[in-house]
């Protein structure tokens, strides 16, 4: 069974850092893409960054592009996200997802999804 378990989430100042964590069973972390989308209230899902298998190759959405870095640790079967410089912009509810595509950067790109984070960004 597919599963995917986020972590770290929470409510910080702008400015702040933080570091989400997912979990994900081995055979959802061999996929070619793994990806962190988020969805902010009253708005559409989206895409933030993604990570393909060897973790040589990354993609960001331009509005996270030098404050977020996605990473993984492939033996241990845990995809990060580090968060530096947080604006009251980047509040929403994170979403660690996989997809089986090598060029995955839409929300219907991703076919299992974790149950979420919450992160807050206060001005």
């Known amino acids: 069974q597919v599963q995917l378990v986020e972590s770290g989430g929470g409510v910080v100042q702008a400015g702040d850092s933080l570091r989400l964590s997912c979990a994900a069973s081995g055979r959802t972390f061999s996929g070619p893409t793994m990806g962190w989308l988020r969805q902010a209230p009253g708005k559409e899902r989206e895409f933030v960054a993604a990570i393909s298998r060897s973790g040589h190759i990354t993609k960001y959405a331009d509005s996270v592009k030098g404050r977020f870095t996605i990473s993984r640790e492939n033996a241990k079967n845990i995809l990060y996200l580090q968060m530096n410089s947080l604006k009251p912009e980047d509040t929403a509810v994170y979403y660690c997802?996989?997809?089986?595509?090598?060029?995955?950067?839409?929300?219907?790109?991703?076919?299992?999804w974790g149950q979420g984070t919450q992160v807050t960004v206060s001005s």
């Open positions: 997802a996989a997809s089986n595509r090598y060029d995955a950067t839409w929300p219907a790109d991703f076919g299992s």
